[in-house]
């Protein structure tokens, strides 16, 4: 049976906050099945641009990161998540301010630089002609356990994600003291070979869900949710 999405924002509990945000194409409610696993701290979503209730966006990685930044207090201690281009953000906004760890799931993307923006341009002309029969080709390809999520999205803000990934590149500063990539055995979108590159340059840790698809918080909740509570991050 396929995870139930549920509108909520947070669960709550002790710890430090885990701050969670969605991967290109789906809503804050994806991270449903995921929250209800973790009790012993609070779980919060960040919408993207163009996404959910921040549909009327459009999406660039600054606006992104202005609304992941928006829902932190300077104060607040967080485990910052982010799958896809929710991980693209979550690395820019741990470079702004203090983090207790990042993790970031299904990055870097199989497609950087030139491939990317080729991407973007064949999605807006897909989108532009069938937007429909291109976004629920999309949808299937999201997961290869479970049912994959819905989407919740302004169609044009797929191609505009794209097109801001498309412009990143690896620095070699870490953009936090812990940080974990998670990718999942059967995505096809993700660079094994880059995530533990990526990792290796940051000093962090590269883990492999086996068997999980691309959105792999919806895919397997159970695994990611046993690393997210880890305090070494090694448990999957």
Known sequence: MAPQAVDSKSSTGGESDIVLIPSLALGDASWAPLGRLITDRSCRTVDLPGHGGQRDLRFTL????????????????????????GAMIAEEVARRRPVSSLTLISWPPADTGASMSERARAAEESLASDPQRFLAGYRKSLTSRATPPPLDLRPAAFAEALHAAA??????????????IVVGGADTRTSQEGAQALATLWGGAMRVIPDAGHVVYWDAPEALARLLTNKSHDAI
């Open 167 to 180: 412009r990143w590149r690896p620095r070699k500063e870490p953009p936090a003291d812990l940080v974990t």
């Open 62 to 85: 600054e606006a992104a990161v202005d609304l992941a930044l928006d829902s932190l207090a300077p104060s607040d201690s967080v485990h910052l998540v982010g799958c896809g281009a």
